[in-house]
């Protein structure tokens, strides 16, 4: 079997910016919210997806907040957005998806432990991660643990994340502490770009295998020298960005295997769906809790 993990999060800002606003009959806006299911029974009718999780950043903040203050915050997001946070995750559960809100930590967490946990199930033929976020490239693992970008269709195993970003998933959190990921918050270290950062690491890994002497690195010398001097010079900055960039994988997650199966939608979607003004949205779902 496939496990389908979704970036809920993602998923719904992705339908707040791809598709026109809608006001439910009581005024509010839920135009994400109903994007956001359309996604879902999309992948359960097109994908044939059989076992689904959604994790969603039930708040923005995070414990990496703690550790660094520049890291992403829910400050600049459309209140029409935030807003409907809570009702998505209501909206996943009633079409009869586990669903894991994360506070302490991200939903990005959720994943790669639920990716560490079922990758290893041998019942479990392949985890597939629906989300195009590079955070989570660190979670592909050959062929069995992939990332699936829905809106291009396109699915990236170990060959295919080396193949765009110039290293292994398993630098993929030294390659952002060099480059930076703005969406996070993270700076990356001054002159370090993405072509840069992939010829080091591709060819030394890890920040603490790269040698001292930019010489050995294989590029320009004075491009080596400058790259090496920013390097040093922020060294512990550096690695405070790569533990902000590793993903976790102890968040407490009850449901096991068995769970993920989905067996139908809960009879609340039906009265969600007219609070959102949407309500031929359940004619389109193929089987509901306790039906055969």
């Not at 090496?228 to 960039?245: D, F, I, Q, T």
């Not at 939608?265 to 509901?288: H, K, T």
Request: aromatic fraction near 8%.
């Amino acid at each position: 079997m496939k496990i389908h993990l979704v970036d809920g999060t993602y998923e719904l800002f992705r339908s707040f910016y791809g598709a026109p606003p809608k006001k439910s009959p009581g005024g509010r806006e839920v135009g994400a919210t109903r994007g956001l299911l359309r996604s879902l029974l999309a992948l359960i009718t097109g994908s044939g997806a059989t076992h689904i999780a959604c994790a969603f950043d039930h708040v923005i903040e995070s414990f990496r907040n703690d550790l660094f203050p520049g890291y992403k915050t829910g400050e600049g997001i459309d209140p029409h957005l935030l807003d409907q946070f809570p009702l998505a995750e209501e909206a996943a559960r009633a079409l009869g998806l586990v669903v894991w809100p994360m506070v302490e930590f991200e939903a990005d967490d959720a994943i790669a432990t639920a990716a560490a946990r079922f990758g290893g199930d041998p019942a479990v033929d392949q985890v597939v991660i629906c989300s195009p976020d590079k955070d989570l490239a660190q979670l592909v693992a050959g062929n069995r643990v992939v990332c699936w970008d829905r809106r291009r269709d396109i699915v990236y195993d170990e060959a295919a994340v080396i193949e765009k970003y110039g290293v292994p998933p398993a630098s993929i959190p030294d390659w952002l502490a060099l480059v930076g990921d703005s969406a996070d918050g993270i700076p990356g270290v001054p002159a370090w770009g993405a072509k840069s950062a992939a010829a080091v690491l591709s060819r030394y890994g890890r920040l603490e295998a790269i040698p001292e002497d930019p010489q050995q690195w294989g590029l320009p010398a004075g491009r080596a020298l400058n790259l090496a001097e920013n390097l040093r010079g922020r060294w512990e900055a550096a690695l405070l960005y790569r533990h902000l960039a590793t993903l976790r994988r102890d968040v407490p997650l009850a449901q096991d295997l068995t769970d993920l199966e989905w067996r139908g939608a809960r009879a609340e979607l039906r009265g969600l769906c007219a609070q959102l003004g949407d309500s031929d949205f359940p004619d389109r779902v193929p089987r509901w809790t306790g039906e055969s």
